[in-house]
């Protein structure tokens, strides 16, 4: 693949700034993301703590999200294409935020690992972000293909 610098690429995909604010609300749905997967092992730690954990409710706990994630891929996916994309992330996101608040608030173990499976099942609607942006970068036919060559 031949070097590209930026300032080329980004004549070649056309920039604005519609796409400064898509990446950064990007950003910070990535920021989100980021900090929600990472609350997974600090919970553990701070539930055999807190709670007196067995191994095995240490597992549940860690699993949970993924968990929720696994059990909501494609059943979001279809959401998404019956709804709208944008419909469906922003509903997703709002939904995760709120339930990841609430379980801060649950008394036991069982019923934070309730919330964090569907923290998991809405979390996993960010996935369909890309499709979202994407489609506002390119400019010509071919930028897309490039975009996509280059990440």
Known sequence: MPAMDVDTALLTIGYGLGQVIIFMV?????MYS???SMT???L?????????TSPKEKTLLA????GGMVASGLFIGFLADRYGRKFVIRLALVGALSFSVISALMP???SLSVIRIIVGTLYVARATKWGTV????PISPTASRRLHLCR
């Open 40 to 42: 997974a092992g600090y």
């Open 26 to 30: 990007s950003f910070f749905i990535y």
């Open 34 to 36: 980021v900090t929600e």
């Open 63 to 66: 699993n949970s999200l993924l």
């Open 44 to 52: 553990v730690v701070l539930t055999s703590c807190e709670f007196d």
């Open 108 to 110: 036991d173990l069982y």
């Open 134 to 137: 994407s489609k506002h970068l």
